[in-house]
């Protein structure tokens, strides 16, 4: 608690010397960040933790182990975002334009189409074809036969999870973001917490390795669930969910729905897909090179964080301000959440570049690992400003509802331009992990290119939801 009552005192401080714009962009997302960035530390902790087990081989094969298994994960979890992104555009826009009758039965259409659709295939395809999908991604036998019981594991918290991103998604489109950051603050301390004694066998229970990862993992997923839904339920909130109201399918909400939701589902299973297509290339390496790579895309999804919080902040000042009908205001709110973004992205890389040999030691003691580790850590480094500025202006586009030409930058950059390079450099040319990600750094250029031409553009302003 201190240390909260000190970030908000200092944030204070800060907020009182920004113009009203940035103020609004900060209000939101600073709950956000801490959120993500806290979340992000402690998965870099559960990562730590596996790359620290008794036994190198074994460390490493759960390191790769979790690092295959995030694959289909992230996809199931992108399929469902990307159908809370309309959420968020609608909530965010009938606000701004005080429709806020419409607010629930948008959100009930979201979390009912979300789990029936995406939630309930995927887990049953990755419960059935866990060791399948892992031997497909380029998993070798024994990270495979490690693998698979904390694959089912995950899969089972990621039915409670679905609910959770729903949830989330409607309370940010609001600009309620507090709440979100507090409860996943609880669920991921919890995780952690539950990690270190069952991962290592504290206070006389038996060390269950990455099976206890797992486990904890579950838990706290369920307990992030509970909490949200009792926020939603209680009355409390813009965002209600009562269960007494009758339900009506909605033509207007389903026509929305789909004309963004379905080229937002198309730009993350084309980012998932070349993701996974890239994790195949480097999974080549060998389980070393690929213990380092799993250590620097954890590093890589903490650099995301500033940006995530903006692009979030923006969506929702976006959508508010147009259904306001106030689109220059939506777009200085975006250029607010920009200039912002890029100010923090810069620290990181700077950080990143010169304390890469400390971070990647954290990760893991094994010299090979830590060196390919730095390797990728400095190109990261490069990487930050493209990346901050794409997602924070990716996310106001995504506010306006406008989603195709965020799903045409990630077609161009991840499927082109990552897969391409990534079988040049590291194939043809023998570059290794450097070539990897270098590979990386032109797809994030190419991204930020056509993102930002498409803002500039102006179009999004003018796009209607019904």
């Not at 999804?301 to 205001?329: H, Q, R, W």
């Not at 990143?352 to 893991?364: D, S």
């Not at 190109?379 to 995504?398: E, N, T």
Request: charged letters at 10%; one cysteine or more.
């Amino acid at each position: 608690m201190n240390i909260m009552n000190i970030v908000k005192q200092a944030y204070s401080k800060w907020n009182d010397k920004l113009s009203p714009e940035s103020s609004k962009v900060a209000h939101i997302a600073w709950p956000v960040l801490v959120e993500v960035l806290l979340s992000s530390l402690f998965s870099m902790v559960d990562m730590m933790m596996l790359g620290n087990i008794p036994g190198k081989e074994l460390a490493n094969q759960s390191v790769a182990a979790v690092g295959i298994v995030n694959q289909p994960l992230y996809v199931g979890i992108a399929l469902i975002q990307s159908l809370n992104v309309g959420g968020t555009a609608m909530i965010a826009r009938y606000l701004g334009a005080k429709q806020n009758d419409r607010i629930e039965q948008s959100f009930k259409h979201v979390i009912l189409l979300s789990f029936t659709l995406l939630t309930i295939p995927t887990f049953l395809i990755c419960q059935m074809f866990a060791s399948q999908i892992m031997v497909l991604l380029g998993a070798q036998a024994p990270v495979v036969t490690l693998g698979v019981p904390y694959f089912r594991l995950i899969m089972t918290g990621f039915l409670f999870s679905s609910f959770s991103f729903s949830f989330t998604a409607a309370l940010r489109g609001a600009g309620e973001t507090r709440t979100p950051m507090r409860i996943n603050l609880i669920a991921n301390f919890t995780n952690v917490i539950g990690n270190a004694v069952l991962i290592y066998g504290l206070f006389g229970l038996p060390a269950l390795g990455i099976v206890g990862a797992g486990i904890s993992t579950a838990v706290s997923n369920v307990l992030a669930f509970i909490l949200l839904l009792r926020h939603v339920l209680s009355g409390k909130s813009q965002i209600t969910l009562k269960l007494r109201n009758k339900f009506r399918f909605s033509k207007d909400t389903i026509y929305n729905l789909v004309k963004i939701g379905v080229p937002a589902s198309g730009e993350q299973l084309v980012m998932r897909a070349g993701v996974m297509i890239f994790v195949r290339i480097v999974a080549g390496l060998g389980t070393t090179v690929f213990a380092a790579h799993q250590i620097a895309l954890s590093i890589l999804a903490l650099s995301f964080n500033p940006g995530m919080a903006f692009g979030i902040a923006s969506a929702s000042l976006v959508g508010f301000s147009l259904g306001n009908k106030e689109p220059d205001m939506a777009e200085k709110y975006s250029r607010s959440a920009r200039h912002m973004g890029s100010i923090v992205s810069t620290g990181i890389a700077v950080v990143f570049f010169v304390l890469a040999p400390q971070l990647a030691g954290l990760f893991n003691k094994d010299p090979e690992v830590i060196r390919n580790a730095v390797l990728a850590l400095r190109i990261i480094a490069l990487i930050q400003p493209f990346q901050s500025s794409q997602l924070i202006l990716a996310g106001a586009l995504r506010g306006a509802g406008d989603t195709f030409w965020t799903l045409i930058a990630t077609i161009a950059g991840v499927l082109v331009i990552r897969i391409g390079l990534g079988l040049l450099f590291v194939n043809y040319l023998g570059w290794g992990i450097v070539g990897a990600w270098s590979a990386v750094l032109v797809d994030q250029l190419i991204r930020w290119v056509i993102v930002y031409g498409r803002f500039r553009g102006g179009k999004w302003k003018h796009i209607v939801i019904r």
